[in-house]
Structures are given as structure tokens and as C-alpha cells.
């Protein structure tokens, strides 16, 4: 099973350190994996807070995030409402 | 420049932070990088056991993380993240199985692996444009570090273990390190980093031993054992000296000695100028320890007691009884006499070293001091209640650092009076009239210096943060230290500044950082007017003699003059030449030394 969305950066400081490091809480959490791509870019781990946070994504980019296994429909769920959340940060 | 090469009698020049001669061997305290060694793996089984070793390693690594974030207390539990983040790097593939497959691959040892990883790693974040996440960068090095040192068995060389008298030779000393050294064997510091009011300059002057920091490469010279002289008063180190070298230079140390020794027999003296003007001179400390040395030295009393170090040293915040305790014996034993308690001062440098945190982009513009205090009301709370409680017990006077304007102050006052309140519910006894006061560090408190004054009761003026946040100057930075500069123009009239607004509020006007202990500053000082200098210990009996031996109807004309002045460098040479006559020698040497080499 695969799933596939494209998610905006909301966030004043983008795709930091404590935000990458929400992420990869989350990937432990499911059997699924996840991908980030960013335009122009090669693929990276989602379960790789190196490999997020070389992404290097400041506000307002856009990335392609794929999740693949069993459980990836929760898994993009959850990622989306942590993106669309701004990793709870205020701005 | 080629690593650990000794050359006899070479001379580092660096910044003199506190006074001294030593002559002694060096313990180098290796903080920065691991020496790594290239080793080929000749068969399949050493490999597979490499690769056991290293993930040995990892787990171990992970462990002591984890450890540390459970020994981290609740109050400041929410910047825990930073170590779920270094966990995180530890088990990230770049990391963990790039190392692993290298080790497969190429068969060579885990050591020379991970360094290739970091290389890697290192070469990813260097072309990120966004210095945010670009910095990052230094945890993972952090992280390497420490699995490096698994890997190789050493640990975390803990400095409480040192069991022969050295100098502490190291790259950067943080307040961690220095609270868990055994301080009777130290003879004194030196260290690549840092500046004239770095952690390092205020344990060595609190020790009254020697110091040189910013050497910016003495940690290349210089090997465990190497012989050292330590020259404290100019800021140099000599790395191996000859024979004739070590004769010249116990001869100065006997010299000084002497001269340290007469000035100590009659610091018990007050500092009254020949025409009759007196000025209060106290001590700066940051242990109860120190107090009883202060008063020895002749202190009339504790100018600025830092609170810092009890919360540095528990792996918890301290409770209302142990800081209690501390601050009763601290007025018990300066009594008569008079103890200013900061509240805590944690965040910027301190904190974050303590906890391993890079969080802050700018520390020093961060949350710290009674912005933390804020935000933590019941840190906060504690502390001035256990402030009040020893209140009854001797003189006591509360002071506020890091104040930015009266919204704030009120606000600490505020909080301040809760807590009064509480305590006269619950019957307890405090000094009722208990001076408050507010160190005048920020410019923007300078500006505002009449409105504060209004609302206190006293105000010390903190130059060390006042000239790092007036001249932009990170005082930590080996670059730009040098630029530190209490002779610049506008210190000075922000000096006087606050000094005005003191006196037409009539209030009691302090000055508490290290240009009050710095014997050409103290020609300057005694004219504005200010009321107290608060020094470190080491420094009182000099500057009671130079007191002593100064006019002050003088200090004010040359003030005048000075005031008209527009460099730092007429300021400098203006009041050297007024006080070349008076100042004595190791004075003006150690100092206008170290001026000429920071001009050039």
C-alpha cells in the first residue's frame, strides 16, 4: 500500500530540528515508511532527522511525502495534521 | 601549523584574566576531538566483531542520553527535545548504518568509520543555506563525539580526578566542568577560547589563581607534562622554558608575591581618598566558600552574590531549604555587613552549557536571567522566599539582573510581593524593609535608568553584559573579544548616565563587573560618584591602596575631561598618563600590556 501528498511548510522556522524530530517520533510509531521529496531534489527517509533536516526547507516550501506499508493511510494522516499543526509551534 | 609540535620557550600570547605567576607542569583536558587512529581489519571475524563493538557502542551511547534526560528536573523537562534529537542522530541511518556498512565494506575499524560518516554528514550540512539548520551540525558532532569516546572505552574524562597540582590546559572550560574540578591541585588555566569575563576568568580570580584564556592554540603546543609558565599579569604562557627563562621569572614571582602581601596586610582599611572621600568596596562571589576569604581581604561586604552554582550542581533544582541554608550562612558569616543576592541568572551561556542545549540561536539574547525566572514562576518563587527567609538572619538586599524596562520590573516586584505576602500569612520572619534593587546591564535599562530608579532602592551597574550588549561584542568569541572595551565613550556616559539617575532619585548607585576591580578603571570610577565597586576578592587590597593614594577632587576633573574625550584609546592613554606616578607597577604593566597587544 502507498500513499502520496503534497505538503506545505507553515512554520516561521520550517523544517528545523525540534519539528524534524516530531516527525521521526511519529515514523517509529507505525510499521509503514516515509519519504520526503523536494522538488529537484532525491528522496530522503522520513525516519531520518539527518536527512530531514539537510531537506533544508524554510517556510512556504512544498514537499512530496510518501508513506508506504499497511498502515500508511494513518501514517500520512498523522503527518499532514502535524505539518497543517505547524509541529505546535505558535507561528 | 603542525599539531603537538613543542618548540622550547615558544610565547603564546593570550588575554590575563586573573593575576599570577606559575610555574608548573600542564594536564591537558581534551574536550574538542578524539585522536583517531586508521586500522585495515585483516578477516571476516574481525569485521563481524567490529561491527558488534560498534553497535555495542551506539546502545551504550544512547543509554547515557537517555540517562541524562531522566536526571533533568520537570521544571526545564520542555527542553528535552534536543535530547530525543541527539537519540534520534545516534540511531539515524547516516549515523548508524552508513558506519556499519562502511565497516563491511571497506573492513576497516569502527573509529575511522564513523569519522568517514561525519565527514559525509558534515559535507551535507555545509552547502544548507539556512544557518539554522546549517548549526544543527554541531549536534551531530556532539553525538560522534560521545560515541567515539564509547568506542574507545575513555568516557567522559571527569576533571574530579585529578590527583597532582597542574594547569588545567584546555580548549574551552564550561561551568560543568569547572564545578566538578578538585580545585586544590589546580594552579591555575589556560584555554583557547573565551575572554576577559568568561566562565573560566571568574573561577580562576575566585580561586585567586592564575589565568591566561584566548590563546586561541595553546591546546596544539601544549602535551600532558609539558612544562608551563603561566604569567597571569600579562597574559602569556611560555611552553617549555629554559633554564634562564624559569630564573627571570621566579624572580618577578617572588617580586609580586611581596608586593600582593604588603598591599594585603592594610586591606583592612577603608578606601578613603587623602582629601576625605570614601567609596564602599565589596566583593563578588559565587560560593558561600568564598565569603570568609572576601572578608579577609578586607570586602565591606558582598556586592554581588551569584546564585548560579547551586543550580549547576544539582541535577535538580535546588530546594527553598538548601539555597536557604546557603544564603543564611552567607549573611551570618559578612555580617555586620551588607550581601546583595542576585536572583538567578541562568539561560545564555550558563544553562545551556550545563545542559548540553544548543537551542538558542543568541543566548545572550535569549531567555535568561528574570526572563527564565518569569516563565518559571515556581523556580522563581522558591528562591526568593528562601532570599526573605535568611533575611531575618543578617543584611540582605535582593537585586534583579537583566532588567529591560519597568513593565518588567514591576512585574518582578510584583511577583516579589506575592511572595512577601505568603510569607507573612504563614508567620514567617523576613526583613520588612529589605532593599531591592536592579542591575543596570541592558542599554535600554540605561535609557530608562530615571523611571527604574523611581521603584528601587539601589542600582549596580553589571559592565560585563553592559559592554557586550552596548558594543555588540560576544565576550565568548576569540574573534572578536579583543573588541571588549570599557574605555569606549559611550560606556562611559552610559555610566554616568545611570549614575545621574541614581543620584537625583536619591538612591544608592553600584558598579559590579570587572572594570571595578580593574586598577586603571578605578581612576575613572572614583569620579563619577558611584557608591560601591564590587570586585572580585583577589582584587580589593590593590584597589583599596590605589584608593588610597588618589585625590578625588582629581578623579573628578579628569572625569571631566575624560567625558570630552571621543576614543577609547585618549580615554586609555589619558587616564594612564594621570595615574602613571600612582599606579604601582604591577598594575600598570599587566595592564597596559595587555592593552597594546589587544590595539594591534
Known amino acids: 500500500m502507498e500513499h502520496t501528498k503534497r505538503l506545505k511548510i507553515n512554520n516561521d522556522l520550517g523544517l528545523h530540528g525540534r519539528a524534524a524530530a516530531k516527525i521521526v517520533e511519529l515514523t517509529k510509531k507505525y510499521k509503514s515508511k516515509l519519504y520526503f521529496k523536494k522538488d529537484g531534489h532525491q528522496e530522503v527517509d522520513g525516519a531520518s532527522i539527518l536527512s530531514i533536516l539537510t531537506l533544508a526547507c524554510p517556510r512556504g516550501t512544498e514537499i512530496e511525502v510518501r508513506a508506504v506499508g499497511k498502515d500508511s493511510k494513518e501514517l500520512l494522516n498523522e503527518v499532514d495534521l502535524l505539518f497543517k499543526n505547524r509541529f505546535g509551534e505558535k507561528r | 601549523m603542525n599539531d603537538n609540535a613543542v618548540t622550547e620557550g615558544t610565547t603564546l600570547k593570550g588575554i590575563a584574566v586573573s593575576p599570577g605567576i606559575i610555574i608548573g607542569r600542564a594536564r591537558v583536558v581534551d574536550r574538542s576531538q578524539q585522536k583517531i587512529i586508521y586500522q585495515y581489519l585483516i578477516n571476516d571475524e574481525e569485521v563481524g566483531r567490529e561491527v558488534e563493538r560498534f553497535k555495542e557502542a551506539l546502545q551504550l551511547t544512547k543509554n547515557q542520553i537517555m540517562d541524562l534526560k531522566n536526571r533533568m528536573s520537570d521544571q526545564i523537562k520542555e527542553h528535552s527535545f534536543i535530547l530525543d534529537a541527539h537519540s534520534m542522530i545516534v540511531d539515524d541511518t ?16 569502527a573509529e575511522w568509520a564513523l569519522k568517514k ?66 580545585t586544590s591541585m589546580v594552579m591555575g588555566f589556560i ?40 604569567d597571569g599579569y600579562k597574559g602569556e604562557v611560555i611552553v617549555d622554558p629554559d633554564d634562564d ?22 586591606s583592612y582599611l577603608p578606601a578613603e581618598t587623602p582629601d576625605g572621600y570614601r567609596i564602599s568596596i565589596k566583593a563578588n562571589i559565587e560560593f558561600l566558600e568564598e565569603a570568609s576569604a572576601a572578608k579577609d581581604y578586607g570586602a565591606e561586604g558582598i556586592g554581588l552574590y551569584r546564585t548560579e552554582y547551586l543550580y549547576l550542581m544539582s541535577k535538580a533544582v535546588p530546594g527553598e531549604e538548601e539555597l536557604f541554608q546557603d544564603y543564611k550562612q552567607v549573611a551570618e558569616i559578612i555580617s ?9 541568572d541562568l539561560g545564555g551561556d550558563k544553562f545551556l552549557s550545563y545542559h548540553g542545549f544548543g537551542d538558542e540561536v543568541n543566548p545572550a539574547l535569549g531567555l535568561r536571567a528574570i526572563r527564565f525566572c518569569l516563565k518559571e514562576p515556581s523556580i522563581f518563587k522558591s528562591q526568593l522566599r528562601a532570599i526573605l527567609r535568611a533575611s531575618a538572619y543578617g543584611k540582605i538586599r535582593i537585586m ?29 520572619k523576613y526583613d520588612h524593609s529589605i532593599k531591592v534593587g536592579a542591575m543596570i546591564e541592558i542599554p535600554s535599562a540605561v535609557m530608562v535608568a530615571d523611571s527604574l530608579a523611581a521603584h528601587l532602592d539601589f ?14 561584542i560576544d565576550r565568548v568569541n576569540e574573534h572578536v573579544a579583543y573588541m571588549y572595551d570599557p574605555y569606549h565613550p559611550a560606556v562611559i556616559r552610559m555610566i554616568m548616565q545611570t549614575v545621574k539617575a541614581a543620584k537625583d532619585n536619591g538612591i544608592e548607585v553600584a558598579l559590579c563587573g570587572e572594570m571595578a576591580g580593574d586598577p586603571l578603571c578605578t581612576a575613572l570610577l572614583l569620579g563619577t560618584g558611584i557608591d560601591e565597586l564590587s570586585m572580585n576578592t583577589g582584587a580589593i587590597p590593590l584597589l583599596k591602596k590605589l584608593i588610597r593614594s588618589l585625590s578625588y577632587e582629581e578623579a573628578v576633573e579628569n572625569l571631566n575631561e575624560i567625558l570630552k574625550l571621543t576614543t577609547s584609546k585618549e580615554v586609555r592613554e589619558f587616564i594612564a598618563k594621570k595615574t602613571e606616578t600612582l599606579l604601582p607597577e604591577i598594575g600598570v604593566e599587566g595592564l597596559s600590556l595587555n592593552m597594546a597587544t589587544s590595539n594591534s
Open chain 2, 94 to 109: 547516516m549515523v548508524s548504518d552508513t558506519t556499519i556498512n562502511t565497516i563491511l565494506e571497506e573492513k576497516i575499524n
Open chain 2, 245 to 266: 627563562i624559569i630564573i627571570a621569572y621566579q624572580e618577578r614571582k617572588l617580586y609580586y608575591d611581596k608586593y600582593i602581601s604588603s598591599a594585603l596586610r592594610l
Open chain 2, 117 to 182: 560518516s561525519l565527514q559525509k554528514i558534515k559535507q551535507l550540512f555545509k552547502e544548507i543555506d539556512y544557518e539554522y539548520i546549517r548549526g544543527r551540525i554541531n549536534d551531530v558532532e556532539n553525538v560522534t563525539e560521545r560515541i567515539l569516546r564509547n568506542l574507545t572505552g575513555k568516557g567522559y574524562e571527569s576533571l574530579s580526578k585529578i590527583k597532582e597540582k597542574v594547569i588545567i590546559v584546555a580548549h574551552d572550560l564550561s561551568p560543568a566542568d569547572t564545578s566538578e574540578l578538585n
Open chain 2, 400 to 428: 534583579f539582573p537583566m532588567v529591560s524596562g519597568l513593565e518588567e520590573l514591576l512585574e518582578v516586584k510584583k511577583v516579589l510581593h506575592e511572595v512577601m505576602k505568603e510569607l507573612e500569612k504563614e508567620g514567617v
Open chain 2, 191 to 230: 584555554t583557547d577560547m573565551g575572554g576577559k569575563t568568561s566562565h573560566t576568568a571568574i573561577i580562576a580570580q575566585g580561586l585567586k589563581i592564575p589565568a591566561v584564556v584566548g590563546l586561541e592554540s595553546a591546546t596544539n603546543y601544549v602535551q600532558d607534562g609539558t612544562l608551563l609558565i603561566v
Open chain 2, 336 to 344: 555586620p555587613d551588607q550581601v546583595t543576592i542576585r536572583t538567578l
Open chain 2, 459 to 472: 542600582f549596580s551597574i553589571g559592565t560585563n553584559d553592559l559592554i557586550q550588549y552596548a558594543l555588540a
